[in-house]
Nanobody, 124 residues
Framework: QVQLVESGGGLVQAGGSLRLSCAASGRTFSSYPMGWFRQAPGKEREFVAAIAANGRETYYPNSMKGRFTISRDNAKNTVYLQMNSLKPEDTAVYYC?????????????????WGQGTQVTVSS
């Protein structure tokens, strides 16, 4: 069993930055790709970013490229999402997730485990 706990969300003005963290339990963290997703009110959950198990590769959907950066520290069992130049439309609950290795690289990966989410609100 893997537990994922997100933190770092909050209220920020448009143009500001936030860094989200996701702390994972379990010894196998470094063996799995990780991802970030978000869900705005009334909308489907959407893929934001993913990172390979060794942290050397990342990928993003085109809509997320440029302002979001995913990274990980396997020594700390933690994955991060740096968000810059935030816009009101980035307001959502942000979730981290563990991705099966076979699904790394897909824009709609299956998910093994989800975190509980952290709220990000961007004011105009």
């Amino acid at each position: 069993q893997v537990q994922l706990v997100e933190s770092g969300g909050g209220l920020v003005q448009a143009g500001g930055s936030l860094r989200l963290s996701c702390a994972a339990s379990g010894r196998t963290f470094s063996s799995y790709p990780m991802g970030w997703f978000r869900q705005a009110p009334g909308k489907e959950r959407e893929f934001v970013a993913a990172i390979a198990a060794n942290g050397r590769e990342t990928y993003y959907p085109n809509s997320m490229k440029g302002r979001f950066t995913i990274s990980r520290d396997n020594a700390k069992n933690t994955v991060y999402l740096q968000m810059n130049s935030l816009k009101p439309e980035d307001t959502a609950v942000y979730y981290c997730a563990q991705i099966p290795p076979s699904d790394y690289g897909r824009l709609r990966p299956r998910i093994s485990y989800w975190g509980q989410g952290t709220q990000v609100t961007v004011s105009s």
